[in-house]
Nanobody, 118 residues
């Protein structure tokens, strides 16, 4: 079955960095685009970044452009999110998913909490 395990979150001061990881299993990872999403308390889950199946194309929400970098390692079935220059408004639970897999399975992992605070 599909499984997505996010990790790497934590408490960081404004201006700090974190690297999130998402290990995927249960589907052919290298076939699918992947996304990072985030959900802040009381808000909807939003797309943060997208990467194509081969890793050569990426896109970002305006709010994170120039600060976040999405990447993937298809040999390890893992997608990453490098987050730099973190701001308080980046505080949220971060999730990874594949739009295609989500449409079929409607599955979400547990997410990883990122808290940016002094």
């Amino acid at each position: 079955q599909v499984q997505l395990v996010e990790s790497g979150g934590g408490l960081v001061q404004p201006g700090g960095s974190l690297r999130l990881s998402c290990a995927a299993s249960g589907f052919t990872f290298s076939w699918y685009a992947m996304r990072w999403y985030r959900q802040a308390p009381g808000k909807e889950r939003d797309v943060v970044a997208t990467i194509g199946s081969a890793g050569s194309s990426t896109s970002y929400a305006d709010s994170v452009k120039g600060r976040f970098t999405i990447s993937r390692d298809n040999a390890k079935n893992t997608v990453y999110l490098q987050m730099n220059s973190l701001k308080a408004e980046d505080t949220a639970v971060y999730y990874c998913n594949s739009p295609s897999v989500l449409a079929i399975h409607n599955y979400w992992g547990q997410g990883t909490q990122v808290t940016v605070s002094s």
